[in-house]
Nanobody
Framework: QVQVVESGGGLVQPEGSLRLSCTAS????????MDWYRQAPGKERELVAGINMISRRNYAESVKGRFTISRDNNKNTVYLQMNSLKPEDTAVYYC?????????WGQGTQVTVSS
């Protein structure tokens, strides 16, 4: 079982920035593929960004150029730097670990973009 913990959410004004962190347990973090998802009220959960074990990145079209995903294998942590935030970015953000046939989810962190 891999424990996944997100942090860094909060309330931010439009055009502001936040950095989310996701820490996962285990000695083989470098082998994990890591994804950030989000779910807004009344909407389905959607993939925001992903980074695989060789640091290849992918992004949803809606966040390209504004969000950056990165990882620090020494700290067992993946980050999501979010810039130029918009009200439509408001959601609960979840981190997911993918390793072989397994998936592990965190509990989520709330991001609210509002003036």
């Amino acid at each position: 079982q891999v424990q996944v913990v997100e942090s860094g959410g909060g309330l931010v004004q439009p055009e502001g920035s936040l950095r989310l962190s996701c820490t996962a347990s285990g000695r083989i973090f470098s082998q994990y593929n890591m994804d950030w998802y989000r779910q807004a009220p009344g909407k389905e959960r959607e993939l925001v960004a992903g980074i695989n074990m060789i640091s290849r990145r992918n992004y949803a079209e809606s966040v390209k150029g504004r969000f950056t995903i990165s990882r620090d294998n020494n700290k067992n942590t993946v980050y999501l730097q979010m810039n130029s935030l918009k009200p439509e970015d408001t959601a609960v953000y979840y981190c997911k670990v993918r390793w072989r046939d397994y998936e592990f989810w965190g509990q989520g962190t709330q991001v609210t973009v509002s003036s």
